[in-house]
């Protein structure tokens, strides 16, 4: 591929880049010639991801185990990056988890999971990453949302909870950051198809017993699922646009615009096969 000069040659660091989304983006811009640090939890698959990756030039691979609930550790890794480096251009927030069933089968540890990753892990991204851009003029963190951060997601609860949050985190700093020359966008992605469709809820936590099939439930609502490296060549276009609202594919738009038409009418009228499904687990 040819060196993309809006990434050739730039500092990244991707979250969540063992596996689906997190991976696609880390090899697109490994592709267009950008240094990638990946950053995961799960360590065997981090491995298996950077192999993958440093065996397709033209950019360069590193790879750093990471938890992103721990801020200090966050701090660490963009720390030791811009060292490295001598800055950071871009930030990835897009490590997360699913969290689905009905609320009154869900527990605080459910809730408390979900908001530690995908909201404070966004915060403890943003924490580190945000100050070193404001000093250095420049830079564009990227987080990654869903489109349950734009419509209702029932049986999603926890998990659009977090989403939604991470929607007015990144709009609402994209204001105060223009004027540091820093950008910020959010992915609003639809049904994607990777690893987490079609995980249920984490095994140490209380199980839920109507815990729906995330693949149907999200299908049923908006659509078809899409290609991860689909997603990482829109989100890069859309990076490269500096665009608020990064929203994908494009049938996943459809229910957004509705909502934001007419919300009231938009819930009365959730999809025939959520409501069936609703119905069975007496939501």
Not at 52 to 68: F, I, K, N, T, Y
Not at 98 to 120: C, F, K, Y
Not at 251 to 270: D, M, N, Q, S, T
Request: glycine share 12%; net charge positive; hydrophobic share 45%.
């Amino acid at each position: 591929m040819t060196l993309d000069p809006t990434f050739s040659g730039k500092v990244a660091i991707v979250t969540g880049a063992a596996s689906g989304i997190g991976k696609a983006l880390a090899g697109a811009l490994v592709r267009r010639g950008a240094s990638v640090v990946l950053a995961d939890v799960d360590e065997s698959g981090l491995k298996l991801a950077a192999d993958a990756l440093e065996a397709g030039p033209p950019g360069r691979v590193s790879a750093s185990v990471l938890d992103v609930t721990d801020a200090e550790a966050f701090a660490a890794l963009v720390e030791r990056v811009a060292a490295d480096h001598g800055r950071l251009d871009l930030l990835f927030n897009n490590a997360g988890i699913g969290m689905a069933g009905p609320v009154q089968e869900l527990t605080v540890s459910h809730w408390d999971r979900v908001i530690d990753v995908n909201l404070r892990g966004v915060v403890h991204g943003v924490a580190a990453a945000y100050p070193l851009m404001v000093r250095q003029g420049g830079g564009h963190i990227v987080n990654t949302a869903s489109l349950a951060g734009l419509i209702p997601g029932p049986l999603l609860t926890p998990y659009a909870t977090t989403k939604h949050a991470v929607v007015g985190l990144s709009t609402s700093l994209r204001g105060e950051a223009v004027g540091h020359g820093v950008r910020v966008s959010v992915v609003c992605p639809g049904v994607i198809d990777t690893p987490l469709l079609d995980k249920k809820n984490p095994a140490d936590l209380p199980a839920v017993e109507g815990q729906p099939d995330g693949r149907a439930l999200l299908t049923s609502v908006i659509g078809r699922a899409y290609a991860p490296e689909s997603l990482a060549e829109d989100v890069l276009k859309g990076v490269a646009r500096n665009r608020c609202f990064i929203v994908t594919p494009a049938h996943a738009r459809v229910p957004w615009r509705i909502y934001r038409a007419v919300p009231e009418l938009f819930v009365k009228g959730l999809p025939a096969g959520l409501q069936r499904m609703m119905r069975r687990m007496g939501g």
